[in-house]
T-cell receptor, first 119, second 113 residues
Framework: EAGVAQSPRYKIIEKRQSVAFWCNPISGHATLYWYQQILGQGPKLLIQFQNNGVVDDSQLPKDRFSAERLKGVDSTLKIQPAKLEDSAVYLC?????????????????FGEGSRLTVL | GNSVTQMEGPVTLSEEAFLTINCTYTATGYPSLFWYVQYPGEGLQLLLKATKADDKGSNKGFEATYRKETTSFHLEKGSVQVSDSAVYFCALSAAGGYQKVTFGTGTKLQVIP
């Protein structure tokens, strides 16, 4: 079974430029998450999709970050314009159903991450 | 809100030493608890999990027991190997509604030969 795919693995940009990250979750997984992991910290949830709808984007800096999940499969996370403090690894994860009522216990499957450096 | 607190790192141990990484949580209801591991240059992967009080999760020689009375989920291994060097994250998945997973800050483990 193919895992969660992310690209690019590495990206270096100047501040105020834009960048986009792509994620392809495990086939059949309804829930997709984007996390930001700053060096030395735990992953912080940016946005959570259930199929192609957003269920939590409370920590997404909406003035510069945007995300979409077309047709409930692939997702793209965009940053425009980037700031120095956006330097981090952006992790995509997916889970099967994402709902407690379905009996899913919440295991996440992660991609390898996209490392962003903003100069 | 929900939160996870785990011991500060880095933790440096000699090969075959006993490992404990402490993790405590705050949550309403009965969350599921997880340990994820991140090896150098790789993404996070599930190490073990427990879904109800007194459950013991185990994998690759690691164990953790869901202790509701102390709101803890400490990770243990009796004899660590160099290959266990990684960052370990404690996490919880909140009960009810759409799952939201909250992570601790991570504990870096370095095992020296």
């Amino acid at each position: 079974e193919a895992g969660v795919a992310q690209s690019p693995r590495y990206k270096i940009i100047e501040k105020r430029q834009s960048v986009a990250f792509w994620c392809n979750p495990i086939s059949g997984h309804a829930t997709l998450y984007w996390y930001q992991q700053i060096l030395g910290q735990g992953p912080k949830l940016l946005i959570q999709f259930q199929n192609n709808g957003v269920v939590d984007d409370s920590q997404l800096p909406k003035d510069r970050f945007s995300a979409e999940r077309l047709k409930g499969v692939d997702s793209t996370l965009k940053i425009q314009p980037a700031k120095l403090e956006d330097s981090a690894v952006y992790l995509c994860a997916s889970s099967f159903r994402g709902s407690w009522t379905s009996g899913d216990t919440g295991e996440l499957f992660f991609g390898e991450g996209s490392r962003l450096t903003v100069l | 809100g929900n939160s996870v607190t785990q011991m500060e790192g880095p933790v440096t141990l000699s090969e075959e030493a006993f490992l404990t990484i402490n993790c405590t949580y705050t949550a309403t209801g009965y969350p599921s608890l997880f340990w994820y591991v991140q090896y150098p240059g790789e993404g996070l992967q599930l190490l073990l999990k427990a879904t109800k009080a007194d459950d013991k999760g185990s994998n690759k020689g690691f164990e953790a027991t869901y202790r509701k009375e102390t709101t803890s989920f400490h990770l243990e291994k009796g004899s660590v190997q160099v290959s266990d060097s990684a960052v370990y994250f404690c996490a919880l998945s909140a009960a009810g509604g759409y799952q939201k997973v909250t992570f601790g800050t991570g504990t870096k483990l370095q095992v020296i030969p």
